[in-house]
């Protein structure tokens, strides 16, 4: 596919003023035409917090629709937090993929397009593609700090943890990791993707910005704890990044690592699935950690599932039903903070 013209303008019009004092609470307008609404618009919500020169944060959730923690830490945030708490700006939109999210999908049910497999984007391609150039080109250049909800949604649960990735540039992975350790979730993990082609993670990190992730819980729902967890850190992160007046809280966590792809379990098989250890368990290389039963008939000896390595049960397969190539299982080994140099 042929890449857009980088002069081609983003369809996409806010209806605030990035450079203005004060709160405001406002739209990205995308023209959207359909069937019920021939010069329609999609609008996706932001909010815009600025006190005088100083940092800016851009704070995202929703970038899978199906995943809350972040989407009410961001409202809230939003709806609280006062311009005479702060030096410098905040740009929130709590649902990026405001389609999917109002869908209570992982991907948008205009297109089917998974935002975070979506980026850079296109001006000028779908939906999906038009609000990832909107980020990439328009909101990304004017953060220095960058934090992006995520959670398991529908089909995988997590220890909640924060997580940054590992990069060429130390200075710029170092930057990250001491902001995973502001945000103080119980679990802090060092983490590498499956394939992180088309990710937001990727566009910003490229971008040489200070990129902050989560994986706080899953099951596409939220508890009282992961909604916790997400509000205190978020605050956290602000006052890292010199954002919000007062210090950072710091809590215990713990650090993890996902050392290679190995850490991944897929299933082979299609059936029941049985957990044989929960979240958080340690395991030892070779454990029994599943088992998956063949539904379509009886006295059928359920396919094992081992571990491939020594750690602990960081993610796991969420439905009671499970497909093959679906990820069963994510082993993390417990680990040393990450160095500050």
């Known amino acids: 596919m042929l890449s857009s013209p980088p002069s081609r303008p983003s369809p996409i019009t806010p209806t605030v003023d990035l450079d203005r004092d004060g709160v405001q609470h ?13 010069w329609g618009s999609l609008m996706l919500p932001i909010c815009v917090i600025r006190n005088g020169n100083g940092p800016t944060a851009l704070l995202t959730g929703g970038n899978h629709g199906d995943e809350y ?19 410098g700006r905040v740009i929130i939109v709590p649902a990026m993929n405001f389609p999917a999210f109002m869908a209570g999908t992982r991907t948008s049910p205009i297109d089917k397009g998974n935002l975070n497999r979506s980026f850079p984007g296109r001006p000028d391609g779908t939906v999906t593609e038009k609000i990832a150039d909107y980020f990439t080109r328009y909101l990304l250049p004017t953060a220095d700090i960058v934090m992006d909800f995520h959670s398991g949604g529908r089909t995988l649960d997590f220890l909640p943890y924060a997580a940054a990735h590992a990069m060429p540039d130390a200075t710029q992975e170092a930057q990250c990791f001491a902001a995973v350790k502001a945000f103080s979730a119980p679990f802090s993990m060092r983490m590498i993707e499956i394939d992180a082609v088309g990710m937001y993670d990727t566009t910003a990190e490229e971008a040489g910005k200070v990129f902050v ?30 954002i919000l007046h007062g210090d950072v809280e710091y809590s215990p966590t713990t650090w993890l690592d996902m050392p290679s792809q190995e850490c991944f379990g897929f299933a082979d098989t299609e059936g029941l699935l049985e957990p044989l250890v929960d979240l958080g368990a340690e395991i030892r290389k070779g454990d029994l950690i599943a ?47 990450p160095s500050s140099s």
């Open 69 to 87: 923690e972040g989407p009410v830490a961001l409202y809230d945030l939003a709806a609280n937090l006062k311009p005479a708490e702060i030096n």
């Open 26 to 38: 406002g739209h990205l307008r995308l023209p959207w035409s359909r069937d019920d609404s021939a």
């Open 213 to 242: 992730t989560t994986e706080l819980s899953g099951g596409g729902t939220i508890s009282a704890r992961s909604a916790a967890i997400a509000k205190r850190g978020i605050r956290n992160l602000l006052r890292h990044a010199g």
């Open 291 to 337: 088992r998956v039963h063949n539904v379509a008939c009886t006295g059928v000896a359920p396919q094992e599932y081992r571990a491939a390595l020594d750690g602990i049960l960081a993610a796991r397969h969420f439905p009671g039903l499970i497909k093959m190539g679906d990820c069963l299982s994510v082993i993390a080994t417990i680990s040393e903070e």
